[in-house]
């Protein structure tokens, strides 16, 4: 079965700094999901990546598959940055399983 | 853009009682999930559901848990008996193919709150 390490735990920042996530996994992968929840809650996908980077925006997602590691950037941080940033993975190898095992989540606050 | 509902956003119900959560996923998606998340805790997989049948189940789903497309748009989750600890954010998701491979799209969650 997968599991996800994410790191910062909590992470504080001014307005207009350079934002680095990480997330490593236990076992291989077809695709690692970054998500943002919001304050109320909410779920919201950002990236879906199996290799390489992906770019959305000031965000930015990278995958390392065979150090079974990903990175999530944010440039020019801003206040409306501010939510909890999670990896997810498959819960295990060989694509068969659909179901997803979440990280703990990374709390980011941009400060003005 | 469209959305997967969900309702109602937030239940309280006493314990010992059912509850039915409801989900509406977006109207050409397959696949359909539940996942819960206590307070404070991470997000973990319930079930993942596709052509009528439960195609996954974690070891959290127990005979406790139940779900149901009853119609052609919804898609429903029962907990029988609640306990204090089934207290927790539930979201349902849905997705075009399997989400491995299309993504998800996540409802905005309902709070479910036992007394």
């Known amino acids: 079965k997968n599991e996800v390490e994410q790191s910062p735990q909590n992470l504080t920042a001014q307005e207009g700094e350079f934002i680095t996530i990480n997330c490593s996994y236990s076992?291989?992968?077809?695709?690692l999901h970054w998500l943002q929840q919001h304050p109320g809650g909410g779920i919201v996908s950002l990236f879906m990546l199996s290799s390489g980077k992906k770019k959305h925006g000031r965000l930015i997602a990278t995958i390392n598959i065979q150090e079974k590691h990903s990175s999530l950037h944010i440039t020019a941080s801003h206040p409306r940055d501010s939510a909890v940033y999670i990896c997810?993975?498959?819960?295990?190898?060989?694509?068969?399983?659909?179901?997803?095992?979440f990280g703990k989540g990374t709390h980011l606050i941009i400060q003005p | 853009e469209p959305e997967v509902t969900q309702t109602p956003s937030h239940q309280v119900t006493q314990m010992g009682q059912e509850v039915i959560l409801r989900c509406v996923p977006i109207s050409n998606h397959l696949y359909f999930y539940w996942y819960r998340q206590i307070l404070g805790q991470k997000v973990e997989f319930l079930v993942s559901?596709?052509?009528?049948?439960?195609?996954?189940k974690s070891e959290i789903f127990d005979d406790q848990f139940s779900v149901e497309r009853p119609d052609g748009s919804n898609f429903t989750l029962k907990i029988r008996s609640t306990k204090l600890e089934d207290s927790a954010m539930y979201f349902c998701?849905?997705?075009?193919?399997?989400?491995?491979?299309?993504?998800?799209?996540f409802g905005s969650g309902t709070r479910l709150t036992v007394v």
């Open positions: 998701a849905s997705s075009e193919g399997r989400g491995q491979v299309y993504g998800y799209t």
């Open positions: 076992v291989g992968i077809s695709a």
């Open positions: 559901f596709y052509n009528n049948e439960i195609s996954e």
């Open positions: 997810a993975v498959p819960m295990y190898s060989g694509g068969g399983a659909d179901g997803l095992t």
